[in-house]
């Protein structure tokens, strides 16, 4: 019995990631792109039989754990939707690691980098993205993998971003990388 009032504890004492805000337009993203992006995590998550309330461990540059929360029901037409599952993967990423590198940062989405570039994102300050101005104060890496595999693991795919980033011309601003896997599910995050 200890150990459940324990564990129910620990669960309020995390902070919760809730899915349903990226509907809403917030986040530095609009609320078009914020469905979208939910309903492909969503897909994710359903595959590897996550409900709602599920932990989402982080590893790397903040050690702490979330809750995940959501609302919508999967149906068979959004599965339907997301059979491509390598494009699910990776806008499911999207969007729990755009509710992550706020909730460890306190930065939004600002932008899209064009394809081929170090980043997939820039990333400001809430007050900047609110009034318009595009001021970055770092960018954003995002990758996905559904189930981890051997040959394709979280630290595997981190070591490879910062490798490809490092690589490439020199930035002024930092750039994070955030890693989402679903089978557990679980991100790393490094900062370069």
């Not at 954003?140 to 040959?151: C, D, M, N, P, Y």
Request: glycine share 6%.
């Amino acid at each position: 019995m200890s150990i459940d009032l324990h564990c129910i504890q620990q669960s309020q004492l995390m902070k919760k990631l809730n899915l349903d805000e990226l509907r809403n337009g917030s986040y530095g993203i609009s609320k078009n792109i914020g469905a979208f992006l939910t309903e492909a995590a969503l897909v994710c998550l359903h595959l590897n039989q996550h409900p709602p309330g599920t932990t989402l461990y982080v590893d790397g540059f903040s050690d702490k754990s979330f809750i995940l929360d959501w609302s919508d029901q999967v149906t068979p037409a959004i599965v339907r939707s997301w059979k491509d599952l390598n494009e699910a993967t990776e806008y499911g990423a999207t969007a729990l690691a755009t509710l992550l590198i706020q909730a460890i940062s306190g930065l939004v989405i600002g932008g899209r980098v064009p394809q081929q570039e170090q980043a997939d994102y820039i990333l400001q300050r809430p007050e900047n993205y609110r009034i318009n101005i595009i001021e970055p104060e770092a960018f954003l890496k995002v990758s996905g993998i559904l189930t981890e595999k051997r040959g394709n693991t979280i630290n595997m795919r981190v070591e490879r971003k910062e490798r490809h980033i490092k690589q490439g011309a020199k930035r002024n601003y930092p750039t994070y990388i955030i890693v989402i896997e679903f089978g557990k599910p679980k991100s790393k995050i490094a900062k370069i």
